[in-house]
């Protein structure tokens, strides 16, 4: 597959670490804000992944090499659109291996919405524990239990647009809202929480762009349906 990697990102939300795009069909299907007001489906940022999708970026042979070239200690974001290597629900083994190899030394991090089969949950787990950071996406507090349970990975959730403040889980981790939803100072670059492979707090990312109510609907769908 082709990825696009930007060395500096003008993405305020993520300053300028280095970040890449992944081909949309590496998305799965589980994924309930697929087509349902995800971020990413959102201007600009779908204008960059429709050029993925078409082609355009690093085979994948080459953008691990470019990851490799990283220096040491080097903070990058893996995915600000797609999910991890892999079509669909599937995480590639292979790819995933030269991934977690390139970025030896450096400070990779990611979300992924893929389903914890057995083998994406010891894939995720590999990760994390060599040094590239997964992230497991929860679309509802009680999926971020359920993930959280696994003890695999961090977890992350997807909240409605009127969620304004820390929560906790129905279980009583606690969710902590990203510090750029109220200071937009504050990103990933000096922030680095979802970075962090051991951390105990559930990380809450509040809907967010111009189809912030379609995802919020498709959230609260999805918290029903738990």
Known sequence: ??????????????????TSISPSNTCPDTCH?????????????????????????????????????????QLWRYGQAGDLPGLGNEIDPADMFELIKANKGRRGFSYTHKPMTDRN????????????TVNLSADSLKEADDLAA????????????????????PEGRKVLICPNHFDKRVNCQNCELCAIPDRSAIIGFPAHGNRKEQATAALMRCARDR
């Open 1 to 18: 597959m082709n990825i696009q990697l930007s060395r500096i990102s003008r993405n305020t939300k993520t300053g300028p670490i280095p």
């Open 33 to 73: 804000l697929k087509g349902a007001g995800c971020y990413a489906e959102n201007f600009p940022l779908k204008l960059h992944w429709n050029r993925v999708d078409n082609g355009i970026g690093h085979d994948w042979s080459s953008f691990c090499d470019e990851i490799s070239r990283f220096p040491r200690g």
């Open 121 to 132: 949950q010891t894939l995720v787990y590999m990760a994390n524990h060599q040094g590239f």
């Open 150 to 169: 696994l003890e695999v990975a961090p977890v992350v959730v997807a909240l409605p647009h009127t969620q304004k403040c820390n929560t906790r889980t």
